[in-house]
């Protein structure tokens, strides 16, 4: 019904940026909110950056003034601007949607994608 395709990951050197980008296809009649979580080896998966369709974004106090989240209403994608990269950012990075299928509900759905590696050496 619904796919969300990240892109963007990858290794790194501390300091360094990436951008990761995540599009949302299928059936889909609007989006809510969006987001990127991070999963680390043996730690639960925690939030990074969301973002509502109006714009308003929510950051964890990690990432905040080195994370950056945007996405676009028309095209369905949402991206992650990480800047000043720190070992401690790796993690397999997911970006997830918030979506409402059909005109006849009112329930959103939230799907996820499949991961992209981030890998920040020291």
């Known amino acids: 019904q619904v796919q969300l395709v990240e892109s963007g990951g990858g290794l790194v050197q501390a300091g360094g940026s990436l951008r990761l980008s995540c599009a949302a296809s299928?059936?889909?009649?609007?989006?809510?909110?969006m987001g990127w979580y991070r999963q680390a080896p043996g730690k639960q998966r925690e939030l990074v950056a969301a973002i509502t369709s109006g714009g308003s974004a929510n950051l964890a106090d990690s990432v905040k003034g080195r994370f950056t989240i945007s996405r676009d209403n028309a095209k369905n994608t949402v991206s992650l601007q990480m800047n000043s990269l720190k070992p401690e950012d790796t993690a397999v990075y997911y970006c997830n949607a918030d979506v409402r299928l059909a005109s006849y509900t009112t329930t959103y759905l939230r799907y996820w994608g499949q991961g992209t590696q981030v890998t920040v050496s020291s």
């Open positions: 299928g059936s889909i009649f609007s989006i809510n909110g």
